[in-house]
């Protein structure tokens, strides 16, 4: 079956550790976003990459790091200068191209990190 | 981009028909709007999808003006399964675009 997983679904970490939330679709799209979620409050979009090899800042980008080094893969790392980094974290994915369907965005199930 | 605005919350019951109007002033002529529903701890799902008029699949309906500046999304009789908060985007082919979601409208429907 297609479609995007995020890995782990629940994540807990010391405070001031580096962590890695895991990205993976196999539905063939070129562009790729990431997410945090607060409770009771709407998406805001960190990181996102609209091809392999580039990347580019969302509007909370401070704190977090990506990479995009194979077109299935969009992994979102967390570092200890993420200031408040306990929330939930959601991958998605969508195609790009010309006419049709293309701003329907695919989303994973979600990384629920806490930071102790 | 443009921005979108929609109600924050809003309350129904079972069996009642719910629009859900968003506002897009700044829509560019290449913009699609898109609604997304999202249950908690689940990612966003895809609803409806329209550049103008009127469309309808099997789930909801979206109206859109001449003007393209607002849209409503409509839910025939809800049920209470329909709880979620839904958000209104608007984001332009050929999906280059970075996807920004507001806060969304938290609906809650009662038996």
């Known amino acids: 079956d297609g479609g995007i997983t995020q890995s782990p679904k629940y994540l807990f970490r010391k405070e001031g550790q580096n962590v890695t939330l895991s990205c993976e679709q196999n539905?063939?799209?070129?562009?790729m976003y990431w997410y945090r979620q607060d409770p009771g409050q709407g998406l805001r979009l960190i990181y996102y990459?609209?091809?392999?090899?580039?990347?580019q800042k969302g509007d909370i980008a401070e704190g977090y790091s990506v990479s995009r080094e194979k077109k299935e893969s969009f992994p979102l790392t967390v570092t200890s200068a993420q200031k408040n980094p306990t929330a939930f974290y959601l991958c998605?994915?969508?195609?790009?191209?010309?006419?049709?369907?293309?701003?329907?965005?695919?989303f994973g199930q979600g990384t629920r990190l806490t930071v102790v | 981009l443009a921005k979108t605005t929609q109600p924050i919350s809003m309350d129904s019951y079972e069996g009642q028909e719910v629009n859900i109007t968003c506002s897009h002033n700044?829509?560019?002529?290449?913009?699609?709007i898109t609604w997304y529903q999202q249950f908690p701890s689940q990612g966003p799902r895809f609803i409806i999808q329209?550049?103008?008029t009127k469309v309808t699949n099997e789930v909801a309906s979206l109206f859109i003006p001449a003007d393209r500046k607002s849209s409503t999304l409509s839910l025939p009789r809800v049920s209470l399964s329909d709880t979620a908060v839904y958000y209104c985007?608007?984001?332009?082919?050929?999906?280059?675009?970075?996807?920004?979601f507001g806060t969304g409208t938290r609906l809650q429907v009662f038996p």
């Open positions: 998605a994915s969508r195609p790009t191209g010309t006419g049709g369907r293309e701003t329907e965005a695919f």
């Open positions: 539905l063939n799209h070129d562009a």
């Open positions: 990459s609209q091809i392999v090899n580039d990347f």
């Open positions: 700044n829509i560019a002529t290449n913009d699609y």
């Open positions: 329209g550049y103008k």
């Open positions: 985007l608007v984001a332009s082919t050929p999906g280059t675009d970075k996807l920004i």
